[in-house]
């Protein structure tokens, strides 16, 4: 093939195609697909639920050339779902507007006050769903504040080091959370995280019938590094169900109630 003929080739290919993506730019939008990616099993966000957001706030687009979809804008409707993260929104060769994003993993329930809410694994807070609920460790008790009031989420990994009074509890709760999260995911472990009258934190594991009392959520390498070799060494030879209580708040010792004591 001669080189004159080879550069007439690619300028034909090169215009058809250039013609072929006006030619779509200028075609109709064909539907919206949305797809969310779950990384737990819990659904708190719907597909259904983001298709009805978008078709609410902008009708419009079921009506635009592919040239006229503003990307952002759709992603923005999308982002206001407080359960989703990483919008990503493009249009594809058939006209179909494709949504992307991915479910905020819950870590937490927490009760504080007469407030409900989940919070992710960054650390943000998310308000309980009316479409799904995430069977995950529940925190309550004595947090003596508020956290919203109205103000929407909130970072709760921004507190971790807050000594504010209005944000200790919940900026030490985090550093709980967070802990038990990132250590082999011992959080699994507990159902419940109680913060007793005195600021205590306990712990209530799935594995036992006794309570893990902290005190507070600093030296949490030590004590749990305690905890391991209690149950390693002492509970095979006392019993599981020897003991009502474990507590772990005071340095470089246990101190155990005999489940008896409350008889």
Not at 65 to 83: F, G, W
Not at 142 to 168: C, K, M
Request: with cysteine.
């Amino acid at each position: 093939m001669s080189r004159p003929l080879r550069i007439l080739i690619v300028v034909i290919v090169v215009a058809a195609v250039v013609a072929a993506n006006v030619v779509r730019r200028h075609g109709p939008v064909s539907g919206v697909e949305v797809l969310i990616e779950y990384p737990c099993v819990d659904t708190l966000e719907t597909v259904g639920h983001v298709e009805a957001m978008i078709q609410q706030q902008m009708p419009e687009l079921a009506t635009l050339r592919i040239k006229d979809v503003d990307t952002k804008a759709v992603a923005a409707v999308v982002a206001q779902s407080p359960y989703l993260c990483n919008e990503q929104v493009s249009v594809g060769m058939t006209g179909r507007v494709k949504v992307c994003a991915c479910q905020r993993k819950p870590i937490l329930r927490v009760h504080c006050g007469n407030e409900r809410f989940y919070v992710d694994e960054t650390g943000l807070t998310m308000p309980l769903s009316p479409r799904g609920y995430a069977d995950v460790t529940v925190a309550s008790g004595h947090f003596g504040q508020r956290l919203t009031q109205g103000h929407g989420p909130i970072n709760l990994a921004e507190w971790r080091d807050d000594s504010v009074r209005g944000r200790y509890t919940l900026a030490q709760l985090w550093k709980l959370t967070d802990y038990l999260y990132h250590d082999n995911d011992r959080l699994a472990g507990y159902d419940h995280i109680y913060i007793d009258a005195k600021g205590n934190f306990c712990l209530v594991p799935s594995w036992a019938d006794f309570t893990v009392v902290l005190g507070s959520p600093d030296g949490l390498e030590e004590k749990m590094r305690h905890l391991d070799r209690f149950v390693e060494r002492v509970l095979p030879v006392k019993g599981w169900d020897a003991y009502s209580e474990v507590n772990l708040k005071y340095k470089r010792q246990i101190v155990c109630r005999k489940r008896d004591e409350n008889k």
